[in-house]
């Protein structure tokens, strides 16, 4: 049975940075892509950022150049590295993992983890 268990969201202040974490299991996770996405509140869940087997990486627009995806492989975890955080950037962040190529987002989804940015 696939698990996605994210981890580290919080509350932030503008401009800081933060963590997630996404730990799997059921899967064999290094021939896997994986995503994060988030969704806020009355808004349709979006795509942040995925990477490849292979540590190719895409990032949405309003997140590029300040947010880093990436993964280890021995350990099967997923991490976002989000810096200058803004207020925009208040959702529920949620890991994800393809199991049909071309196929986004997968059908599995872990419970999620909050990130609020305020002052």
């Known amino acids: 049975q696939v698990q996605l268990v994210e981890s580290g969201g919080g509350l932030m202040q503008p401009g800081e940075s933060l963590r997630l974490s996404c730990a799997a299991s059921?899967?064999?996770?290094?021939?896997?892509?994986m995503g994060w996405y988030r969704q806020a509140p009355g808004k349709q869940r979006e795509l942040v950022a995925r990477?490849?087997?292979?540590?190719?990486?895409f990032y949405a627009d309003s997140v590029k150049g300040r947010f880093t995806i990436s993964r280890d492989n021995t350990k099967k975890m997923m991490y976002l590295h989000m810096n200058s955080l803004k207020p925009e950037d208040t959702a529920v962040y949620y890991c994800?993992?393809?199991?049909?190529?071309?196929?986004?987002?997968?059908?599995?989804w872990g419970q999620g983890t909050q990130v609020t940015v305020s002052s």
């Open positions: 059921g899967i064999g996770f290094s021939m896997n892509s």
């Open positions: 994800n993992v393809q199991v049909s190529p071309g196929v986004w987002p997968g059908p599995y």
């Open positions: 990477i490849t087997s292979t540590s190719n990486t």
